[in-house]
């Protein structure tokens, strides 16, 4: 089993909708949990991090559910500029040691 | 501006060749990392390093070396054990405590 397991997608979503994306991870004893968008051809950026509380950064929602061993990221109003890959991430065994996800691919269409 | 910087963008091997993959950051980070993504999957860590004159494995080590001679600086060779290494390399830095985690830009090699 992954470490941490994405739906590859694509979600094709017109702009203005709602997506959502989950994430499990299969260490419960995982510290920090982030997203990061990856454009094509580009190198990572970080999104936001994911909160025990959950967290809201503009358009982007981020949730955790530990007794389920799972993330979340909702997107509200989907821009074009929303297309791109999104990495789920988790740090396991240290502070130092993350693992990726696969990513989740999303397509924003007018 | 503070970063991470990789060079080259694009790199050609032909079989059978080693090459080095640069990597220099001036965050005044402790830990670095590389990590290899082929197409349509996640990044997997090839090395790591959390300070000076010392390194780990990641999940696929070999047909690769590393050095961290200097804090600022964490090259990366493929060598010709390693069977498949058309891909693209990232590479990352971190403070101790794993935050500010950032990538460089990224090389893009190809085996031909």
């Known amino acids: 089993r992954k470490e941490v397991e994405q739906d590859p997608g694509p979600f094709n979503v017109p702009e203005g909708a709602t997506v959502a994306f989950n994430c499990t991870y299969s260490n419960s004893a995982s510290q920090s949990f982030f997203w990061y968008r990856q454009d094509c051809r580009k190198e990572p950026k970080l999104l936001m991090s994911?909160?025990?509380s959950g967290n809201e950064d503009g358009r982007f929602t981020a949730q955790l559910n530990r007794a389920s061993q799972y993330i979340s990221l909702l997107i509200r109003d989907s821009k074009l500029s929303d297309s791109a890959t999104y990495l789920c991430?988790?740090?396991?065994?240290?502070?130092?040691?993350?693992?990726f996800g696969s990513g989740t691919k999303l397509n924003v269409k007018p | 501006d503070g970063g991470i910087t990789q060079s080259p963008k694009y790199l050609f091997r032909k079989e059978g060749q080693n090459v080095t993959l640069s990597c220099e950051q001036n965050l005044n980070h402790d830990a670095m990392y590389w990590y290899r993504q082929d197409p349509g999957q996640g990044l997997r860590l090839i090395y790591y390093s959390q300070i000076v004159n010392d390194f780990q494995k990641g999940d696929i080590a070999e047909g690769y070396s590393v050095s961290r001679e200097k804090k600022e600086s964490f090259p990366l060779t493929v060598t010709s054990a390693q069977k498949n290494p058309t891909a693209f390399y990232l590479c990352?830095?971190?403070?101790?405590?794993?935050?500010?985690?950032?990538f460089g830009s990224g090389t893009r090699l190809t085996v031909v």
């Open positions: 994911v909160y025990s």
């Open positions: 990352a830095s971190s403070t101790t405590g794993g935050y500010g985690y950032t």
């Open positions: 991430v988790v740090n396991m065994d240290n502070f130092n040691k993350f693992y």
